[in-house]
């Protein structure tokens, strides 16, 4: 098991942790990292692209002049592709480029862009993002203390205000959540920064050996106290009815000697 430690918002080491080999010590597989980015590039696009064509074009619908004896090309309407302010042929229509890509290999993916991450040694654990202020001058501080160059991927579990506010002015610094946390961007930022929470979120949601809940026994459940005095209750008032009966049935039979 990789060995990382883990520092504070101030760079200083405060300790070490252990990550998962079967995600952040896989075989970095580049086929995976290649689809898992062009299908999320694909998912971005807005596909609105659209061209007018030859039915669509402004401009009368008659015939320019007859088809023969004028000597020059026949020609049946000024909305002709081959004519400037023409329609196009086989333009760009409207269309949605995004596509289904199975879950499995996402999870892969996203196993490889964090080995790769760790191998090239750009991958840093911090204690918890406990910024004391919103303001963006703070978080460029921290982010020098951790060896910052270009550009960081911030993921954080739970919800940060200061943390939000403060890295969406930044420009290449993108703060996200283990849950939507994407192939494509572990690649493209230099250095991805980890909170500890975030490491605990990955282990569990990627971790190849999902482990069934395992649900207790009903017997080890010990029931209430004030269950069981409810229940005593109605057994000590059935009880008085019975004694009564065997107390009335000798007081007949006496009667009747």
Not at 232 to 251: G, L, M, S
Request: charged content about 30%.
């Amino acid at each position: 098991m990789p060995v990382v430690d883990v520092v504070n918002l101030s760079g200083k080491k405060v300790g070490q942790v252990e990550l998962a080999d079967a995600i952040f010590g896989a075989k970095v597989n580049q086929d995976l990292l290649h689809e898992a980015s062009r299908w999320y590039l694909r998912g971005l696009r807005r596909g609105t692209h659209k061209v007018k064509e030859k039915s669509e074009v402004s401009g009368a619908g008659r015939k320019l002049w007859k088809q023969k004896g004028t000597g020059r090309a026949r020609v049946g309407s000024i909305r002709s592709p081959l004519w400037r302010h023409g329609g196009t042929v086989h333009g760009p229509r409207p269309r949605d480029y995004s596509y289904a890509l199975p879950k499995k290999m996402l999870l892969g993916a996203l196993r490889s862009a964090l080995s790769a991450k760790l191998a090239e040694q750009k991958l840093t654990v911090v204690d918890a993002w406990t910024l004391e202020t919103h303001k963006t001058q703070s978080l460029v501080e921290v982010l020098g203390k951790l060896n910052h160059t270009k550009s960081a991927l911030l993921v954080a579990h739970g919800e940060n205000r200061n943390l939000e506010l403060a890295s969406r002015n930044i420009d290449g610094v993108k703060l996200a959540t283990p849950s939507v946390l994407q192939p494509y961007d572990v690649l493209k930022h230099d250095l991805v920064v980890l909170s500890k929470d975030a490491v605990a979120r990955l282990s569990h949601t990627l971790d190849p050996e999902k482990k069934p809940i395992v649900v207790p026994d009903v017997e080890s459940i010990a029931p209430a106290p004030k269950a069981a005095k409810k229940e005593a209750a109605p057994k000590a008032a059935a009880k008085k009815p019975a004694a009564a009966k065997k107390a009335a049935k000798p007081a007949k039979k006496k009667g009747k000697d």
